[in-house]
């Protein structure tokens, strides 16, 4: 069974960073791409950053130019380093791997950490 866990969510003031960690583990094969989601209150879950195995990254509008998605293939792990963070960043952030086993590919989310920006 494959799972996913994130760290790094917390409470920082606007301006700040935080750094967030999802590292699946498991029966794992591959894994084709990494992504980060965000959902505030009363809001759907949306798209915030992705990155391909191969290295090409996409990122929403409201993360470009602040927000940067990296991976280290070999642990298994995406990141998402957040800087200039605003209060309208505030949600619960989730990671989300598409993953291949022996038996099975699919895509896994993990269990989502709070970010929240308030001074």
């Known amino acids: 069974q494959v799972q996913l866990v994130e760290s790094g969510g917390g409470l920082v003031q606007p301006g700040g960073s935080l750094r967030l960690s999802c590292a699946a583990s498991?029966?794992?094969?591959?894994?084709?791409?990494m992504a980060w989601y965000r959902q505030a209150p009363g809001k759907q879950r949306e798209l915030v950053a992705a990155?391909?195995?191969?290295?090409?990254?996409g990122y929403a509008d409201s993360a470009k130019g602040r927000f940067t998605i990296s991976s280290d293939n070999a642990k298994n792990t995406v990141y998402l380093q957040m800087d200039s963070l605003e209060p309208e960043d505030t949600a619960v952030y989730y990671c989300r791997m598409d993953i291949a086993t022996m038996t099975y590919r699919a895509p896994v989310w993990g269990q989502g950490t709070q970010v929240t920006v308030s001074s």
């Open positions: 990155i391909t195995s191969g290295g090409s990254t």
């Open positions: 498991g029966s794992i094969v591959g894994i084709n791409a």
